[in-house]
């Protein structure tokens, strides 16, 4: 009996610790593969963010603020939105075109003005309010009444793709989907709400859309909508037919690296690519 008992002990030690050891050491290693996982991506988030707010205040102590500037975050490099509009209108002399830099891919979208220029798209959102409102419909309202839908490629520049700043497309009485939406998003931020231009897909189609983020939800406000306005508003995750690739606000610019059938607007899959610095206005 006590040999039994004697050898069982032996056993415990030799094979039952370690096994039990061996497979704590391998859950707890795989946990904590896990939670580094999600924490880099949450030090990811919080590095971007103490790298926009040192780089706002470099660009205020260092930079020449005597012209616009865009910021491209993996880089970590400053470009003159000069030089780059230069460079596309040396290339091109149509369409949208996602900015690539080395191997840093889709910073911004670089669009045609009605300057016959190219510019990086949050240039278009100028902080162009015509007035205050607290109505968050009046905006798409106002443009319903007072602007026509009509394609690029018959307007006076006859191109496929010219894209109006915010103050132009409420002056204006034509543009197409962008241009509806760039001055709605404007407005809306003007106003003082988080309003963004949405770039994507609808019905397999390319379209701009405005996604306005209130009081812990999201929706799409189709901005082409010319009746029944309040049915333009529609929650997120009923917009099943949109497809959301890229969007931007006055001075971020978001990419969604995941699936393009989302529709949440918030999640990790979007990418903040870049940050347009703006001039002073004592310089404009």
Request: glycine letters at 4%.
């Amino acid at each position: 009996m006590i040999k039994k008992v004697f050898n069982f002990f032996i056993y415990f030690i030799l094979v039952i610790i370690p096994f039990s050891i061996g497979y704590l050491i391998i859950y707890l290693d795989s946990n904590s593969k896990e939670n580094y996982a999600n924490k880099k991506l949450e030090y990811q988030k919080k590095d971007i963010d103490d790298i926009y707010t040192k780089v706002i205040d470099s660009y205020q102590k260092t930079i020449t603020n005597k012209e616009n500037y865009l910021y491209i975050v993996e880089a970590n490099m400053y470009f003159k939105e000069k030089s780059i509009s230069k460079k596309f209108n040396s290339m091109y002399d149509d369409y949208i075109h996602f900015l690539n830099f080395s191997k840093f891919k889709n910073i911004n979208v670089i669009a045609l003005g009605t300057d016959n220029s190219f510019h990086i798209s949050n240039y278009f959102l100028e902080g162009f309010a015509p007035y205050k409102t607290s109505e968050i419909w009046t905006p798409l309202s106002v443009i319903a009444s007072k602007k026509t839908y009509q394609y690029d490629q018959l307007g006076s520049l006859h191109k496929k793709e010219v894209w109006q700043k915010s103050s132009e497309a409420f002056s204006l009485p034509r543009g197409d989907c962008e241009d509806h939406a760039i001055i709605i998003a404007d407005w809306l931020i003007e106003n003082g709400e988080d309003a963004r231009v949405v770039l994507g897909e609808f019905k397999n189609n390319g379209h701009a859309w405005v996604v306005l983020f209130k009081d812990n939800n999201e929706y799409i406000i189709e901005a082409t909508q010319k009746t029944n306005i309040l049915k333009a508003f529609i929650p997120t995750t009923m917009a099943l037919k949109y497809k959301p690739i890229a969007m931007f606000n006055q001075k971020h610019y978001w990419y969604n690296i995941g699936n393009k059938n989302t529709t949440n607007y918030h999640s990790k899959n979007w990418i903040k690519k870049s940050l347009y610095l703006k001039s002073s206005p004592l310089h404009n």
